[in-house]
DNA sequence: TTGAAAGCGCTAACAG
DNA sequence: CTGTTAGCGCTTTCAA
């Protein structure tokens, strides 16, 4: 907790002016080779590095990549991974950005804003609620919020996915079906409500207005709709949540309702987070790749920033059902 | 893409000087109270954000807590959901930070610099090699560097957990058991070393040292010391490896030689990733609770940035073996 | 109640 | 080859 050494501290220590420091530091031309040495000498003795902060207020670029976040939940967790796999033999540092205190509606806005400008080069945005962002380095979108998108985005293929997890629930012999939706300003999750509804029709069976209940991705939300979806004497025998945390709350609200899972009630979740296949019983559900998520943004991005126009402005992922323990037929 | 509007802008098109926009933003005292409603009028308008940057570098506190990791792999984000969720109900934004760049030694005394200072209040470093670090801030360890810390740290029982495992290994009646270490600047790794060793010992086995391989928790490093342990016409019949991505590596190792997990080889690894259940056959392994750390780590911050010395400043957590499908009683 | 001015640590002209 | 100077966007005295 000594205090960090500053260019002044070094260029008063090597006996020069805060300027050669920096030419030396940053190995530009016109330094004498044994001022160089010197000053690097003090640099090691001192233990000094410079400020990202203060460089990158200047210098226009920082050689970092910013990935915002509303939150670091295991879905963003697994999308870090992949941006960091594919930026690890690039020249970038990742700096990942999540704004807890604003929770609010266009955190990612205020985040963007905050950091680009100056300390990050290129942003990665994961399921921004706002996508007319006005930052001054290039933005990738992932699992973007619904609406006309400027920006370009990964996703995956949400649609194809409710449809497959909710025509497997139908083909185990369940009619009453219910649905616990997730936030409805992200375009996936439409996609998700759709492929649910689509499923249904597409059986024949009526899409019953009690069982879809909205969670918004949020865990007392989410109790609160299971928990009056399955009190109804009419309860559904089969719930599709719109994520994995959502589908995971469900199956505790269920349990503490006395239903036992696959038995009375059958659950499918989506992404496939780890915590997924680690419950138990384990969570069956839609599995989309979240690490490449992150890597295919991760390579855009790139592209963008080197000047690149990208060939492809919107990628999408194709999805896989995972069935596991908590679907059964109905009793 | 449209340029970030500064405070110069606002205050030109309020009307007002710099200095009035950033007492208005800030809620300062002295400014007439429709002087205030206009100029956040114009914020609003405008869209503006602070750079966190550059208020940052005058007013020594911005209410960002800083993690620093190496590399965000598995274990660093699953440290990472666990700071994430200690903090969430904090007023502190969060920021994660790998130097890509720098995969030197020292990597944490680089970043720790430039982000503190300015950037950050305070600092958690995942798996720091060196602990010897000046930032006018707090910080914490996890899973420290060896060697005199006076830092406060967080981590788990390697020496328990690795004897555990090595145990388990004999138990099932092996009694060539082979070892890839990992990061030998890291207390946890050597302890895990030492567990192994002791278990060995404890059994009235010998340590071979053609059985003791040095991975350094890298991929390539762990390749070439699973190959040559592997190869011999005395190999062994079991492998605990420092940690999980090493162990995933033996395994895939052995398959490639012909060699059948578990059958003709057993393994265990360390720290119970998400990977390690996910991988086919599923990692036998020893659970550290990962999201624990971070919270626990995250916990010990916010005391010291509040100004309380902590009452315990080295806190060891329990470790759990799981033994799932890569472990089986020799040929 | 407001604004002018200094300065955080650093880089980039430009002189010397 | 080196130092002086002028900011980057913001906050904070201190006068007006």
Redesign the pocket.
């Known amino acids: 907790m000594k205090?960090?050494?500053?260019?002044?501290?070094?260029?008063a220590a090597a006996?020069?002016?805060?300027?050669?420091?920096?030419?030396?530091?940053?190995g530009?031309?016109?330094?004498?080779?044994?001022?160089?040495d010197r000053v690097l000498q003090v640099v090691a003795d001192l233990g000094?590095?410079?400020?990202?902060?203060?460089?990158?207020?200047?210098?226009?670029?920082t050689g970092v990549i910013g990935v915002l976040v509303a939150d670091f939940e295991p879905f963003s967790a697994e999308v870090l991974k992949g941006v960091g796999q594919a930026l690890s033999d690039s020249r970038y540092d990742l700096l990942a950005y999540s704004g807890t205190r604003s929770t609010a509606e266009g955190w990612e806005r205020r985040s963007l804003s905050r950091l680009s400008?100056?300390l990050i080069d290129g942003a990665i945005m994961v399921t921004p609620t706002v996508v007319n962002v006005n930052a001054d380095v290039p933005v990738v979108a992932i699992d973007p919020h619904t609406g006309p998108a400027d920006l370009p985005t990964v996703e995956c293929d949400s649609f194809g996915g409710a449809l497959q997890a909710t025509r497997s629930l139908i083909d185990l012999g369940h009619t009453r079906i219910g649905f616990i939706a997730g936030r409805p300003d992200l375009r996936s999750s439409i996609a998700r409500d759709a492929g649910y509804r689509r499923a249904l029709t597409d059986a024949g069976l009526p899409v019953d207005p009690a069982l879809v209940g909205s969670g918004s991705y949020r865990q007392d939300a989410v109790r609160m709709a299971a928990l009056e979806m399955l009190r109804r004497s009419d309860r559904p025998t089969a719930v599709f949540a719109a994520n994995d945390l959502s589908a995971l709350e469900i199956v505790r609200v269920a349990s503490e309702l006395g239903l036992e899972v696959p038995r009375d009630l059958s659950v499918i979740g989506f992404d496939d987070v780890p915590e997924a296949s680690k419950a138990i019983p384990a969570l069956s559900t839609v599995r989309q790749p979240m690490q490449v998520l992150g890597a295919e943004a991760a390579r855009m991005l790139l592209d963008l920033m080197d000047g690149i126009t990208p060939t492809v402005t919107h990628v999408k992922l194709p999805t896989r059902l995972v069935l596991r323990e908590t679907t059964a037929p109905p009793a």
Not at 3 to 11: L, S, Y
Not at 28 to 36: D, K, N, S
């Open positions: 205090r960090r050494p500053t260019i002044t501290d070094v260029a006996g020069v002016s805060v300027a050669t420091v920096s030419k030396a530091v940053n530009r031309y016109g330094v004498a080779p044994e001022t160089v000094y590095e410079s400020s990202l902060i203060a460089s990158s207020m200047r210098s226009r670029t400008g100056t």
